[in-house]
């Protein structure tokens, strides 16, 4: 049997586009209908972003234990969390976890790897792209890190906070991230990663200025062939 797959969640939007991708996907790797057991547990996002104005990392790690030791408590195998900005205090949950955990950036940088990109713009919002959480992992894998302009993103994350999460995806947002992506090619970048989980919702392969890193269906995929493979270590 497939591992229990336990999703610490955060805003609706990326969380149900990664439950959703787990659920389609799956019968590509284990037959028609199939899918490894999913849970998912969610504080209220106030929560989160109240944390996140504050700058109040402890605080963000304390609502992610929240749900992980529920989820551990049902069964969860390991654990994945498809919001990036709050990996921002990963190092402060996994240490004190109950199960072990797919870190979402550790995910974009192998796919990033894999697919023989060097140079990525960063998009997400303020918070996350201003923190270590992408480059970090992506330095360790020789890959070199552009953001926007400050300017940028401030719009970014307006959009994201104010648009994205609450399920209003309008023309102008994605004018505006086509825009921003351009930039980030005459800055030689040859990938972007979306690393805002709704990001995906309004920009692809199809009409991105670059190849893009979907973090949110990376995670999802990631955290199927690890619950087909039966792998829990940390």
């Known amino acids: ?30 037959g028609p209908h199939a899918h490894p057991e999913v849970s998912m547990h969610t504080p209220s996002f106030a929560g989160y972003v109240d944390c996140l104005d504050r700058g109040d990392l402890r605080g963000v790690a304390d609502l992610m234990l929240e749900s992980a030791r529920k989820l551990a408590s049902i069964g969860a195998a390991f654990l994945i969390c498809p919001d990036n900005t709050i ?46 959480v992408y480059p970090e992992l992506f330095t360790s894998r020789g890959l070199e890190i552009v953001r926007p302009s400050e300017a940028e993103r401030r719009e970014l994350h307006r959009i994201i906070m104010s648009e994205l999460v609450a399920g209003v995806f309008l023309p102008g947002a994605v004018t505006f991230l086509q825009g921003v992506i351009q930039q980030l090619a005459s800055h030689g970048c040859d990938s972007v990663a979306l ?14 200025p670059l190849p893009t890193l979907d973090s949110t269906r990376l995670l999802a995929r990631a955290a199927l062939r690890r619950a087909v493979q039966g792998e829990t270590t940390r």
């Open 1 to 30: 049997m497939p591992l229990h797959i336990g999703i610490v969640g955060c805003s609706a939007e990326g969380a149900s586009l990664c439950y959703r991708t787990m659920c389609s996907e799956g019968p590509r790797l284990l």
């Open 87 to 132: 990996h921002s205090a990963f190092s402060l949950v996994e240490p004190n976890s109950p199960c072990p955990w797919l870190h979402i950036a550790a995910v974009v940088a192998d796919e990033a790897v894999s697919r023989g990109f060097r140079r990525v713009g960063l998009t997400g919002t303020r918070w996350l792209v201003e923190s270590s």
């Open 195 to 208: 690393a805002c989980t709704e990001l995906p919702l309004i920009i692809n392969d199809q009409n991105s």
